[in-house]
């Protein structure tokens, strides 16, 4: 009877330590995600300070402008003209004749 109880006792440790390990590495699992989604905060309000100040910096540089000028020389080493296809309607660039 008293080995009965022995490993019966023996099997309820062992259990309980299995569920102590479970309750461990969902702890770390937790630990693990929360400081993942702090890291990736702290990194986006670092992103956003960043272009903050380079805005500030930038005030006479304009990216439309930009784009605009590097899409003209393009289309421009390319033989097309940016102008023409600006100008057309749209229902005669979509037609198929």
Known sequence: MK????SREIIQK????????TLEIMEKKLEIL??????????????ISVQDRLRGKSTVWSGTEQIRKWRNSYTRSRGN???SISQTPLHHLMSPG
């Open 34 to 47: 929360t400081c993942a989604r702090l890291r990736d905060k702290s990194q986006i309000k670092d992103a």
């Open 3 to 6: 080995t009965k109880h022995k």
């Open 81 to 83: 003209d940016i102008s």
């Open 14 to 21: 062992q259990r309980f330590m299995d569920d102590m390990d």
